[in-house]
C-alpha cells in the first residue's frame, strides 16, 4: 500500500508542476496500473511499471 501512496504522490506533483503529456500519461498509467494490481493481489511495482510505460506512450500519442 505505501508504493500505491508514494505512486499517487507522484502523480499529483506531476499535474501541479504542469508537465508534459508523457510524464501526466505515466504518472496515471503507473498510479492506475499499481491500483489494478493491488485490486487483483499481483505485483504493485509491476502493474506500476507496465501502466506507467502504457500511459508513457498513450501521452505521448495523445500530447496536450
Not at 2 to 27: D, Y
Amino acid at each position: 500500500m505505501r508504493k500505491l501512496a508514494l505512486t499517487a504522490a507522484l502523480a499529483a506533483a506531476t499535474f501541479s508542476l504542469g508537465a508534459c503529456a508523457t510524464l501526466k500519461g505515466a504518472a496515471i498509467g503507473g498510479a492506475g496500473g499499481a491500483a489494478v494490481a493491488a485490486a487483483s493481489g499481483k505485483s504493485v511495482e509491476k502493474g506500476a511499471a507496465v501502466g506507467g510505460v502504457a500511459g508513457a506512450v498513450v501521452g505521448t500519442a495523445v500530447g496536450d
